[in-house]
């Protein structure tokens, strides 16, 4: 009694050889066309023994190995360039383009099936309240002609006066502190200059400024009452010093008058001078 086998299917002979070549662990550059021969034409026949039908297309590469295996035994050939010519060279090609387009369909079909696992959100609508809310202050007419590039100019431009005037030799001795600068102080602090004085000077603001951290947030303090709408600015050229207007000052342009610290009298002081 014969024990029924099953064979596996392939999509073709190319499906079939790749098979042979990796079951047997092969070379796919040096193929053992002699080995690899026996092997596909065994599969045929026993696909003749099923009674399965065989296509045209494993007949021609059954064909086309049977052809190859006699090149082989006949001398080699040489190109126009003097190099021998391999006769499996055109077979390898095919079974690695082959090769390369069945791993593109896996990858595809896996990315299908995590794809139809995914759920997307359907596009949701805003309330009435977040449709019709406006900006308290209009950024483009608080800028005005003030770019980016020319806050980043100014601001390095402060940096580097503020490198100059730090001895290269003394600076390498002594302590490094770190300067403790609170950073709601400083805010009241230029935000009570700003209501005093109706129109003055960004850059010498800056310049007034002690160390770099005091640079730093001094400048970043501005920035916020820009954003604020506090305070605006203006500038006629590029190479034009940036004019602040504080927009918290009186109508009649006379100063708000406040409490203020001594410390802060005294700054705003050296300020204007």
Known sequence: MAIPVKLQVFEGPLDLL????EKNKIDIYDIPIVEITAQYLEYIKQMK???????????????????????????VEENDEGEPEDPRAELVQ??????????????LRDRQIEAAQVIYRTKSVLPDEVKSYETPVDYDELIGDMTLPKLHEIFKAMLMRQEDRIDPIRSRYGNIEKDEIDMDEKTLFIQA?????KTFSFRKLLEKQTSKA???VAFLIILELMKSGEISVSQETIDDDIIITSNVAGNDGEPVNEPASEDEATVSEAVEN
């Not at 790749?18 to 070549?21: K, Y």
């Not at 099923?50 to 295996?69: G, P, Q, R, Y």
């Not at 200059?193 to 004085?197: D, G, L, S």
């Open 214 to 216: 005091e640079l730093v």
């Open 49 to 75: 023994e099923e009674n399965m039908d065989i296509c045209s297309e494993f007949l021609v590469m059954a064909a086309t190995l049977l052809d190859i295996k006699c090149r082989m035994l006949l001398p």
């Open 193 to 197: 200059y700003a209501r005093e004085h």
């Open 94 to 107: 095919q079974l690695l383009e082959y090769k390369m387009a069945r791993q593109l369909s896996l990858e």
């Open 18 to 21: 790749l098979h042979l070549i």
